[in-house]
């Protein structure tokens, strides 16, 4: 097996200021991340593959992320009147394929999370699809399968 | 009136539900929250599914009724069958996982397998219970069943009123709330889960409280368009809320939006252009477009069917006791089987929208529910109060209470009939 380290250190690179930006709430530069047609999707099956015809947790096309990112931050929401910062941590980076100019990537993802029914945590598999953009990238899908959405979760006021 | 009642001088549970008010223990007592399961879920028709969710033979969902696990599946033969999820052996679950097809459950213990029906078929090593066990008394045992309209309910007390008694002024409303499938039949399209840390009777309240509506779901009016945002400002508008009988009530918050087989020639809102010209486009008559359309939105009411299921505009509401402090709440979304993909995919964007636990209505429910159970234990007055609009009651044209939309009527028709219930000495 051939390893492209420079990829994977690019990537790798690249997914660490997307969550550093999610745990600082850096939502705009976060928002310019994406490609406009990029598609942010929490399944709640995790072996849907049709998440378009499917029930999802979340599915946010363009418009959508930037409704929910204005609900997270106008303080309308009681939800998240009270969010603290949360904390991201990602690792075992595998680049999947790398075909026509989108680089797939699959990782292994924790988010904690305090709040006043004390500390959680949300450990997930994230898997993005990338498309090159000058010298970064850009998002065009990130599903992320969260542990126990199938079954039950809580309510979340932050994306994951 | 501001004395703390002493709980436990009481004689009785249904004691702490006044006419207008009740009391704080009823959402943090554990000893009340066992006599609940006893008196309520015990001893009454628990909604456990949709037809839908057991469409084929050997289609099953597990559910619960208070705490007890049950199955629902469908039989080769295609009757359905409620039955307690619990192995005639030594107790283990027979089925595991919320829904899927089997041809029979096999316990994972000894292997024991029963048939859809719940017929106990085979065991290894028989000959250890020759003359000693009928394997035709030992079937998973069955609970008592009937549906209507494609609600499932189940009961543990076999002598209860029929369904339909039980039912009885909701029937209508639940028949409105089936024609959301635009003409075609209601399919769930799954569900969203989340617990909460609260007790069931907070949530049950919330499905008929119209009050909060503008305060509490603020964020997400504002992430709609300016004619949805109209259609949800619906405080001064001419809604009410009916008192159906046995703790069922109806909150009609758009009453334009209450029969979706009528009006189909309303212009078709601005957020719904996209659907009505993709489904044009596909080949649909003008007269099935507006159907649709008109549909997919869901009805403009709430009906609360005591104890556990809401139709809820466009979704079911399943809430599922845990604990005294805390409780699970399934939201189903629904659309029509066979219907265009656009108009189902349109409904489960719609869903996502609002529901389950990343949506920009359910997280803030959530958190006014915490906060209930959170205050309410504090302060020496110890009621909850559900009196509002208790001095503009009228009748309705089905002769039911009636009162604003913003009326409090549907929590204290759920409260009596729980009063009724909690009154009942413990094994009647």
Request: aromatic share 10%; hydrophobic share 35%.
């Amino acid at each position: 097996m051939k390893l492209d380290t420079q990829l994977l250190a690019d990537v790798t690179a690249f997914l660490n200021i997307e969550a550093d930006m999610l745990d600082n709430k850096e939502y705009q530069q976060w928002l310019d991340l994406w490609l406009e047609t990029g598609l942010y999707i929490v399944p709640v099956d995790h072996n849907a593959t049709d998440y378009a015809n499917t029930l999802n947790v979340a599915y946010d096309d363009d418009e959508m992320r930037k409704l929910r990112i204005e609900r997270l931050t106008s303080g309308d929401a009681i939800s998240t009147q009270l969010g603290e910062k949360t904390v991201r941590t990602m690792s075992r980076f595998r680049i999947l394929d790398d075909i026509d100019g989108f680089v797939r990537v699959r990782c292994a993802y924790s988010l904690y999370e305090n709040n006043k029914n004390g500390l959680r945590c949300y450990p997930a598999n994230l898997q993005f699809k990338l498309v090159r953009d000058g010298g970064s990238f850009k998002i065009a899908e990130k599903i992320v399968k969260v542990m126990k959405s199938s079954q039950h979760l809580t309510t979340v006021s932050y994306l994951f | 009136m501001t004395t703390e009642i002493k709980v436990k001088n009481l004689n009785s549970t249904a004691d702490l539900v006044l006419e207008d008010r009740v009391h704080k223990s009823l959402y943090s007592d554990p000893e009340i929250f066992d006599e609940e399961l006893d008196k309520v879920f015990n001893n009454t028709w628990v909604w456990v599914a949709h037809e839908s969710e057991v469409p084929e033979a050997g289609s099953y969902k597990t559910a619960s009724i208070g705490r007890q696990p049950v199955i629902v599946v469908r039989d080769r033969k295609k009757n359905i069958h409620v039955m307690l999820n619990r192995c005639r052996h030594r107790g283990a679950t027979v089925c595991e996982g919320k829904s899927g097809k089997t041809k029979a459950f096999t316990c994972p213990y000894h292997g024991w397998g029963y048939g859809l029906d719940g017929s106990l078929r085979a065991l290894p090593k028989p000959e250890e219970y020759e003359n000693i066990l009928d394997k035709a008394e030992f079937g998973l045992v069955k609970v008592r069943t009937e549906s209507y309209n494609g609600m499932i309910f189940a009961t543990l007390k076999d002598d209860l009123e029929s369904l339909d008694e039980h039912l009885g002024g909701a029937k209508k409303w639940i028949d409105l709330f089936m024609k959301q499938g635009g003409g075609y039949p209601l399919q769930t399209l799954g569900d969203h889960r989340f617990r909460f840390p609260g007790n069931w009777k907070i949530q049950l309240e919330n499905t008929t409280d119209a009050y909060h509506f503008p305060i509490v779901h603020k964020s997400f009016i504002a992430s709609v368009d300016e004619e949805a945002a109209e259609v949800f400002d619906f405080l001064d508008g001419e809604g009410y809320v009916e008192d159906l009988g046995n703790g069922h009530s109806v909150m009609v918050m758009i009453p334009e939006l209450v029969d979706l087989e009528e009006n189909l020639d309303e212009p078709i809102p601005e957020r719904f252009e996209d659907l009505a010209k993709s489904l044009a486009d596909e080949g649909h008559s003008d007269e099935e477009v507006r159907r649709l359309v008109r549909a997919v939105g869901g009805s403009g009411f709430n009906l609360n069917l005591f104890p556990n299921i809401a139709c809820s505009m466009a979704f079911f509401r399943n809430l599922v006791p845990i604990s005294v402090n805390e409780t699970e709440i399934h939201h189903i979304a629904i659309g029509g089987k066979g219907a265009p993909e656009a108009f189902n995919q349109k409904r489960i964007r719609l869903h996502e929208h609002f529901q389950g636990p990343m949506g920009f209505g359910t997280p803030d429910d959530g958190e006014a529910w915490e906060r209930v159970q959170a205050g309410s234990i504090a302060g020496t007055d110890g009621w909850i109060m559900v009196n509002r609009g208790m001095s503009k009651l009228s009748t309705s044209t089905d002769g039911n209470v009636k009162g604003a939309v913003c009326s409090e009527t549907g929590m204290r028709a759920a409260y009596q009939k729980y009063k009724k219930m909690m009154s009942v000495e413990s094994g009647k």
